[in-house]
């Protein structure tokens, strides 16, 4: 069978492998996009994803920038203007308001399939991107200054690039050797979708239990989407009880404050472990999104990380490809991993420190965390710092791929 070539193959289409082909596709470079699995085509309207993403705003823009923030509004997305947290061992609590900032909202609560959707209807449109859905790898073969990809079909395809955005598992990752350092956090996810008596004032709601944080996320038709990070004996517990006892539960874990709630969905449970993989790159590969990193849900912020790796690998590659040097080449990749490393490792430490700190019940920590909450809440500079880190504001939106 003949061998295609390509500039660049990437594995995996999900939300991080469809947005890097597409911010790659405005170039003269030939790209492949390896994916398993087509999301649904289409959803009865009162049907939601239980899977769901909070969005930052710079997010946001790189979706802009990519042709596919149009298709998602008009699938479905909704808008939250505030942020309310709050410690259910005592008094503590912080609210972020986009108002307050001079913001139109704080971001969007997008339902994964409706991302992934307008994600690969855009990489339908490029002509210069391949996608081949449903395909899998099965064999690597590192050659001199590009590599072999052996799909299950028989085919081969090679390039002088290959970047694994094949999800926390990554296949890629684990063909090419790369460790990873683990974090366990012992909890576990349960998530699904309901409907509360009281609206949610499209507002997220984060109440932290001494088991784990409770999230209720603003969904359209007055409908919230539900984290609950607990203990994995809770989880399983949780996933056992009727409808009418889960409800009760959540009520209670909840405080009732959006009033009494009706099961919408099914409820799906998602075992949280921190992963941060030792090299993001090697000689013609580079790792990006989940492929290179997990993070506990409590802010939101895995696939936004993600997003972020899109814009800075894009803008190193394009670069390259623009100066006729080498796009595969590990001085070339390093520049990636030198520009997101130490951000997404900040994130994480992050996480896991707030995980720790919130998911203590000693009594001289619980007074200071509720201490700090309210500390923080009157702070205006302090709070509006954290917010914008929320955001994304702090970062630079799809700026560095503007001028490509
Ligand atoms: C409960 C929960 C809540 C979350 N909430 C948020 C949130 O609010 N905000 C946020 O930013 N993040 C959130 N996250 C994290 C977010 O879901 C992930 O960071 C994001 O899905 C990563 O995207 P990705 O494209 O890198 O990987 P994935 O979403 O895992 O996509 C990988 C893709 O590769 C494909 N693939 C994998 N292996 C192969 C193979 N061998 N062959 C072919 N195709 C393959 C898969 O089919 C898939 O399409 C949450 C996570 C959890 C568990």
């Known amino acids: 069978m003949k061998t295609t070539n390509y500039d660049i193959i990437i594995i995996g289409g999900g939300m991080v492998g469809a947005s890097l082909a597409c911010a790659l596709a405005d170039s003269t470079l030939k790209i492949a996009v390896i994916e398993g699995r087509e999301p649904p085509a289409e959803w009865p309207a009162d049907s939601f994803d239980i899977r769901v993403s909070a969005i930052t705003r710079a997010s946001e823009n790189l979706f802009r920038h990519l042709g596919a923030w149009e298709e998602m ?101 684990q063909q090419a050797g790369i460790a990873v350092a683990e974090r366990h956090y012992g909890q576990t996810a349960v998530v699904t979708t309901v409907q509360t008596e009281k609206h949610h004032q499209d507002t997220a709601w984060q109440r932290f239990l001494p088991s784990g944080p409770l999230a209720f996320l603003p969904l359209p038709g007055g409908r919230s989407s539900i984290v609950w990070s607990t203990t994995a004996e809770q989880a399983e517990h ?29 409820r799906g449970a998602f075992p949280l472990k921190g992963r941060h993989a ?33 814009e800075a690998l894009a803008a190193v590659v394009l670069d390259a490809h623009r100066a006729r040097r080498p796009i595969g080449a590990l001085k070339t990749l390093r520049r990636y991993e030198r520009a997101r490393r130490g951000d997404n490792l900040l994130m994480l430490d992050a996480m896991g420190a707030f995980k720790s700190l919130f998911s203590n019940d ?16 009157h702070a205006g500079p302090v709070k509006n710092l954290i917010v914008a880190r929320a955001m994304g504001l702090d970062a630079l939106p799809a700026a560095s791929l503007a001028t490509s």
């Open 73 to 173: 509004q008009r699938l479905r997305v909704q808008p939250y203007q505030a942020m309310e947290v709050w410690d259910a061992t005592g008094p503590g609590h912080i609210h972020f308001e986009a108002a307050e900032l001079g913001e139109p909202n704080l971001g969007h609560i997008i339902e994964n399939r409706v991302i992934t959707r307008a994600l690969r209807q855009r990489l339908r449109e490029h002509h210069n991107i391949d996608y081949r859905c449903p395909a899998h790898p099965k064999g690597l073969l590192p050659l001199i200054d590009r590599a072999q990809l052996q799909l299950d079909d028989g085919s081969r395809l090679q390039a002088p690039l290959m970047v694994g955005a094949d999800g926390a598992h990554s296949w890629l990752r």
């Open 278 to 310: 030792k090299q993001y790159v090697k000689p013609q590969l580079a790792l990006v999104g989940d492929a290179a990193h997990t993070i506990h849900p409590l802010a939101g912020q895995g696939v936004n990380l993600g997003l972020a790796d899109v």
């Open 238 to 266: 949780l996933l056992a009880l009727d409808a009418g006892e889960f409800m009760a539960e959540l009520g209670e874990a909840f405080a009732h404050r959006l009033g009494a709630i009706t099961a919408l969905g099914p």
């Open 362 to 377: 000693t009594p001289g920590l619980r007074e200071l965390r509720n201490l700090g909450l309210d500390l923080a809440d």
